[in-house]
């Protein structure tokens, strides 16, 4: 059986593990949060190396990106140094590739459309996912000054935020990661923030952890594509009024994993380290994949089942046959 374990620097509360039998192969997938103990991390990452076939980093990106630039975090790369043999990812791969087809299968199904207000609440770790909502026409305001650095300045375009990337990037990337980003038990915490630039948009999108801590309690109506969510979570958008939630990684044992696990678990499969697998190669595996996004009416709490929007594991016909966790 292969082996996936994410080191995250999230909670430790949001563990998750289940097996995935996937292409004829069984697989193990882990999530560990180290609650925002970078040390802690450090020393996992190095006991896991060579024992398992990939290690996710979670809560944490190793690369952001905007337009053909893309910029390393000093954090990020410690930890990924950590480990010699193993694959490191931080699903940076599979979120430029994956989520640029998701909000194509959106707008095919009308969820997505031209003009539609979108809130994008960090953009520079889904460039993929920020050029996809232009391409469809919609109105899109990304939160990067807001809610990653506390600046009240949204950004209403792309070459705006690529002229913003190039200056503060390079000085955002060398600066400890929890100084700009909710790790541990500050994830846990909400402090409502712009509740105006959520109030405006019919699709709030991006990261979860972004979207809970600064959402404001009135979302109703509303769309959220993100990744990642629990069952509590979902509860917690169902009280804030969300209409529907769209999960960009599929349901696995009652949740969805983070990109980092999903990349992990191709890059195990493949047999080849991140940085050998080509665009064209990372498209053919997720087409094997049969990945669909998870589209969910969190009012009923009922998740479609069949076409595009099905739950992969509940599905034998699917390339995803979900085990029980211990």
């Known amino acids: 059986m292969k082996r996936v374990v994410s080191i995250s620097l999230g909670s430790s509360k949001r563990d998750h593990q289940a097996e995935v039998e ?14 925002g103990d970078y040390g802690r991390a450090i020393e996992m990452i190095r006991a896991l190396d060579g024992q398992v076939d990939a290690i996710g980093l979670g809560g944490i990106d190793l690369y952001l990106r905007a337009g053909n630039r893309r910029y390393t975090l000093r954090d990020g790369r410690r930890l990924a140094q950590a480990a010699r043999q193993s694959p490191v990812v931080d699903g940076s791969n599979l979120k430029d590739h994956w989520e640029r087809q998701v909000v194509e299968t959106l707008a095919a199904d009308g969820l997505i459309r031209p003009g539609q207000r979108v809130l994008l609440v960090c953009a520079v770790d889904r460039y993929g996912l920020a050029e996809a909502f232009f391409r469809q026409g919609c109105q899109v305001t990304f939160g ?13 375009s792309l070459q705006a935020l690529n ?5 503060i990037i390079p000085v955002i990337s060398q600066l400890p990661f929890h100084w700009i980003y909710p790790t541990g038990s500050r994830q846990e915490q909400m402090k409502p923030r712009f509740p105006h630039v959520f109030r405006e948009a019919e699709v709030v999108a991006g990261d979860f952890h972004f979207i809970r801590r600064y959402m404001p309690a009135d979302m109703r109506g509303k769309i959220v594509l993100t990744n990642t969510v629990t069952d509590a979570d979902v509860l ?4 804030r009024g969300v209409d529907t939630l769209v999960t960009t990684t ?10 980092n696990v999903m990349e992990g678990l191709l890059v195990a499969l493949a047999e080849r380290r991140p940085e050998e697998i080509t665009p064209e190669e990372y498209r053919h595996w997720l087409a094997r994949f049969g990945f669909q996004p998870r589209v969910e009416k969190v009012s009923s709490r009922q998740t479609t089942a069949g076409g595009r929007h099905e739950t992969l594991c509940l599905h034998h016909s699917s390339p995803y046959r979900c085990g029980h966790s211990p």
């Open 163 to 167: 002229h913003f990337s190039r200056v």
């Open 250 to 259: 599929p349901e696995l044992s009652g949740r969805s994993f983070g990109t």
């Open 236 to 239: 917690l958008l169902r009280e």
């Open 22 to 35: 996937v292409l004829g192969k069984k697989v193990r997938l882990e999530r560990r949060g180290m609650d």
């Open 144 to 156: 990067d000054l807001m809610f990653g650095c506390g600046l009240p300045l949204p950004i209403r």
